[in-house]
């Protein structure tokens, strides 16, 4: 893990912001190879210039403010973002708030005021589709064009591809909700994970002697309903287990809920706080004629969830410390 990561918001005073920082800009949902092949160009140009690098990011997602009645499945929310990118090496991220102010700053404007008046940056990469200010106008080649001017360096990354395929956060939200769980993961550069407070359930797992800690996923999380192996963090602890998400159809079919099952654990979870990378996806969500068979299931799925952790026994996300 790394430390010193420093987080910059609108409200941090001027006389705080390190000037002369290089920056990697994007919204860095998921924090996906793409992404890391952008903060990796903004790393070696401050490194070359012995330059601070930061990440400039928005919240909320631009998605979001736009089409606020419209679910948006986030890869990760602000704070897992943060997390991810004090792992890569940068010094620190700039959380800009995306508001109606911000929406409507022009292109020229942004770069002006907030990269160059505000931060005073000496270099900026940016991946090959990133697109900002006032009806998307700012682009790499805006950024390009203007560079000489301001004099500063610009690095425009273009797509990663994996099976010839691009990556991007779309994607990996596509390959989620079809459990398609080795792409997913192929693109991320590590495990999807999601963090969450351990609630009471119904107490049913007890009684099918599979107690399990139940955990309320964002509303508009779209992961593929199922059975997964997972690998769970507390602290600084990793422990194993399989996980059901979904919305129990063999007894009351209601709102989708992260059920997992932790091998070879015993204690009380309640109000921890956990971090479940999902490593494999076993099975789909299925309904039970009866409680025998489902126990059954349970123990193959059990089985299928250790082999499949043992064949992955590192997958874990990295994840880094925010001051």
């Given at each position: 893990?790394?430390?010193?990561?420093?987080?910059?918001?609108?409200?941090?005073?001027?006389?705080?912001?390190?000037?002369?920082a290089v920056v990697a800009?994007?919204?860095?949902?998921?924090?996906?190879?793409?992404?890391?092949?952008?903060?990796?160009?903004?790393?070696?140009?401050?490194?070359?210039?012995?330059?601070?690098?930061?990440?400039?990011?928005?919240?909320?997602?631009?998605?979001?403010?736009?089409?606020?009645?419209?679910?948006?499945?986030?890869?990760?929310?602000?704070?897992?973002?943060?997390?991810?990118?004090?792992?890569?090496?940068?010094?620190?991220?700039?959380?800009?708030?995306?508001?109606?102010?911000?929406?409507?700053?022009?292109?020229?404007?942004?770069?002006?005021?907030?990269?160059?008046?505000?931060?005073?940056?000496?270099?900026?990469?940016?991946?090959?589709?990133?697109?900002?200010?006032?009806?998307?106008?700012?682009?790499?080649?805006?950024?390009?064009?203007?560079?000489?001017?301001?004099?500063?360096?610009?690095?425009?990354?273009?797509?990663?591809?994996?099976?010839?395929?691009?990556?991007?956060?779309?994607?990996?939200?596509?390959?989620?909700?079809?459990?398609?769980?080795?792409?997913?993961?192929?693109?991320?550069?590590?495990?999807?994970?999601?963090?969450?407070?351990?609630?009471?359930?119904?107490?049913?797992?007890?009684?099918?002697?599979?107690?399990?800690?139940?955990?309320?996923?964002?509303?508009?999380?779209?992961?593929?309903?199922?059975?997964?192996?997972?690998?769970?963090?507390?602290?600084?602890?990793?422990?194993?287990?399989?996980?059901?998400?979904?919305?129990?159809?063999?007894?009351?079919?209601?709102?989708?809920l992260l059920e997992v099952?932790?091998?070879?654990?015993?204690?009380?979870?309640?109000?921890?706080?956990?971090?479940?990378?999902?490593?494999?996806?076993?099975?789909?969500?299925?309904?039970?004629?009866?409680?025998?068979?489902?126990?059954?299931?349970?123990?193959?799925?059990?089985?299928?969830?250790?082999?499949?952790?043992?064949?992955?026994?590192?997958?874990?996300?990295?994840?880094?410390?925010i001051d």
């Amino acid at each position: 893990m790394t430390t010193g990561f420093t987080v910059i918001r609108d409200t941090t005073p001027a006389a705080d912001i390190p000037k002369g920082a290089v920056v990697a800009m994007g919204n860095f949902d998921g924090v996906h190879l793409g992404h890391r092949a952008v903060i990796a160009a903004a790393l070696n140009m401050g490194h070359a210039h012995g330059k601070p690098a930061f990440a400039v990011t928005f919240e909320p997602h631009p998605r979001s403010f736009f089409s606020p009645n419209s679910p948006q499945f986030r890869l990760t929310d602000e704070t897992n973002k943060l997390r991810l990118l004090a792992a890569t090496g940068l010094a620190g991220a700039v959380v800009m708030t995306f508001d109606k102010g911000r929406a409507g700053t022009s292109a020229q404007d942004f770069i002006h005021h907030d990269l160059i008046g505000r931060l005073g940056i000496s270099g900026i990469a940016v991946g090959y589709d990133f697109h900002f200010g006032k009806g998307r106008v700012g682009s790499p080649s805006l950024l390009v064009s203007e560079a000489p001017r301001l004099g500063i360096e610009v690095d425009v990354q273009a797509h990663v591809d994996i099976a010839e395929r691009p990556v991007s956060s779309s994607a990996i939200r596509m390959a989620l909700a079809e459990g398609q769980i080795d792409d997913a993961t192929a693109m991320l550069g590590g495990p999807w994970f999601a963090t969450g407070e351990v609630i009471h359930g119904e107490k049913r797992g007890r009684d099918l002697g599979y107690p399990t800690a139940n955990i309320r996923l964002d509303k508009n999380c779209a992961l593929k309903h199922g059975i997964y192996a997972v690998r769970v963090g507390r602290g600084a602890e990793r422990l194993n287990g399989v996980a059901s998400y979904g919305r129990r159809p063999t007894f009351d079919n209601g709102a989708p809920l992260l059920e997992v099952f932790l091998f070879d654990f015993k204690g009380d979870l309640y109000g921890s706080v956990l971090d479940v990378a999902f490593i494999a996806f076993i099975r789909d969500e299925l309904k039970f004629d009866g409680i025998e068979a489902l126990i059954r299931q349970m123990d193959d799925d059990s089985a299928r969830a250790r082999a499949a952790l043992a064949a992955a026994p590192d997958a874990f996300p990295k994840l880094g410390v925010i001051d």
